[in-house]
């Protein structure tokens, strides 16, 4: 898959509180979205490509999101997809040793920050589903031309994490796999088992 880079945001990272951290470098395990804050209330930026690797600058006390820059920007990451070398061993990051050294960096004092928007979780799954590829061009066109209201999730969209029983699948015509609009993104889930099979970028 073609790597994509993200651009530059003025003012996005924060500055790292108390003592010097060592920047520490990670690895997307999925295409994975940044955005242009911490939660999914906040614009995607760009994509960070299955195997892509970029900085870890820093994470929010209490919260999956962290701030990572790359050659293309910066912007927030759900750390629940991007893995670190701790002590020898690749770890996700949100699973990493406490003594990992990774800077805790404040939340944005904006008025889009939050942590009430959410009516639920994504759940992230350790087995590994292959992406569907991408859909016939009809697929994304009735998705697109059919959209409906987001459901705002904790978490972030990648193929194979799964929706809670909350989140209401929308019909495609003839077609085996659903549609929903999560934390802004179009996604095809299967009715099944509710994973996510593909997200529409």
Request: include cysteine.
């Amino acid at each position: 898959m073609k790597r994509l880079l993200f651009p530059a945001l003025a003012g996005a990272l924060l500055a790292m509180s108390g003592a010097a951290f060592a920047d520490t470098p990670v690895q997307a395990v999925t295409d994975l979205n940044v955005r242009a804050g911490p939660g999914p209330q906040y614009p995607v930026v760009g994509v960070l490509a299955a195997g892509q690797s970029a900085t870890l600058n820093g994470c929010i006390e209490g919260s999956k999101w962290c701030t990572i820059a790359e050659a293309g920007g910066k912007g927030w990451v759900y750390s629940d997809y991007v893995t670190g070398d701790f002590g020898g061993s690749r770890v996700v990051v949100t699973r990493r040793p406490a003594d990992a050294g990774i800077a805790v960096v404040a939340p944005p004092t904006d008025d889009v920050y939050t942590t009430d928007t959410y009516t639920g979780a994504i759940v992230s799954n350790d087995d590994a589903i292959e992406s569907i590829g991408r859909p016939p061009a009809e697929v994304g066109t009735y998705v697109t031309e059919h959209r409906v209201d987001p459901v705002y999730l904790d978490g972030e969209v990648v193929t194979g994490a799964t929706l809670p029983d909350t989140v209401e699948l929308r019909e495609i015509p003839d077609y085996r796999y659903r549609y929903v609009y999560v934390n802004n993104q179009p996604a095809l889930v299967d009715p099944g088992t509710r994973r996510i099979v593909y997200v529409i970028r």
